[in-house]
């Protein structure tokens, strides 16, 4: 598939001097591929965007692929390239002064930092990108990328709920439903963990928001925070419904980090409901997804520092 829509790409554009929109489509095919869960195909194009662009000397569009090669290399758990591609693209968009793709790169180099598991890294770069946005005087980016920080401050510093309450607030005044909806299911993740009843309240509020503009990945999120709530509250036929909803939609959107969170409430909802035999399936499964995801689920519960797709 990719060798013959080579071929009618060379086809369509056989002149070397427009280089520069091979290179535009092959980045487009990339992404649809991406979008449908065809990694390897994607990065087939945009490997194939990127020499195009080299050729071409067109360096926001080198830039631009660079950026996508980290997020598939991140996606197959290769920190290591990823950070090299995000590397490789900041170091473009900061000669070309573009200061809106810089944030966003910064963005990239924080969340795989988290999964590579430095912590202090991912707080730095988080930290650059915002300082970005403060000067662009962008006050969605700005409350994002602070909510983004309180994200990864929690385990340190508990200022972190403050910083995410203070966006969400910025994210109501400005009417942007997405952000809200994800990030008051993230607040009501971390308020759980220390007022399981207030958690409860914020993720059937953040639940609401997320089904409304159908945001699947939040709404999964919202039933694992509302399945923790069931099995504390000795709910256990509840917490399996939802554990398992939880599970489904993880599965669907093939969310890693996300699936060993719900395959462990799963897990515990049997046990305490007494059916041992599912208990130990699921802790099994939740043994190898935690195997899979690696070191970074110690810092970060949710993928690429839980910003919103």
Not at 56 to 70: I, Q
Request: aromatic share 8%.
């Amino acid at each position: 598939m990719l060798q013959a829509a080579l071929v009618l790409l060379e086809t369509a554009v056989s002149d070397p001097h427009k280089r520069t929109g091979q290179a535009a489509i092959l980045l487009e095919l990339g992404i649809v591929a991406y979008g449908q869960g065809q990694h390897e195909t994607a990065e087939h194009y945009f490997e194939q965007s990127l020499l195009r662009c080299r050729l071409a000397g067109d360096r926001w569009g080198e830039a631009n692929v660079l950026c996508e090669l980290g997020v598939s290399a991140w996606s197959r758990g290769d920190y290591v390239a990823a950070a090299q591609r995000y590397e490789q693209s900041l170091t473009i968009r900061r000669a070309l002064q573009d200061h809106v793709g810089t944030a966003i790169v910064l963005e990239g180099l924080a969340g795989t930092a988290m999964f590579a598991g430095d912590g202090e890294q991912a707080i730095a770069y988080t930290q650059q990108s915002l300082a970005v946005y403060q000067q662009l005087d962008d006050q969605v980016g700005t409350a994002v990328l602070q909510a983004e920080l309180g994200h990864k401050n929690w385990y340190q510093h508990l200022t972190g709920i403050e910083l995410i309450e203070d966006s969400l607030r910025i994210f109501a005044d400005l009417g942007t439903r997405r952000h809200l909806a994800h990030w008051t299911v993230i607040l009501a993740m971390y308020k759980s963990d220390v007022d399981i009843t207030v958690g409860e309240r914020l993720a059937k509020e953040g639940l609401a928001l997320c089904q409304e503009i159908g945001y699947q990945r939040g709404v999964g999120i919202a039933h694992g925070i509302l399945s923790r709530a069931a099995w504390i509250a000795e709910d256990y036929d509840r917490a399996q419904v939802l554990a398992q909803t939880y599970l489904r939609l993880t599965e669907e959107m093939s969310l890693l980090l996300e699936r060993s969170d719900a395959l462990t409430w799963s897990a515990w909802a049997y046990l305490a409901a007494g059916q041992w035999l599912r208990q130990r399936s699921g802790a099994s499964h939740f043994s190898h997804a935690q195997f899979v995801a690696g070191g970074g689920a110690q810092y970060c519960r949710h993928p690429v520092g839980a910003s919103c797709p």
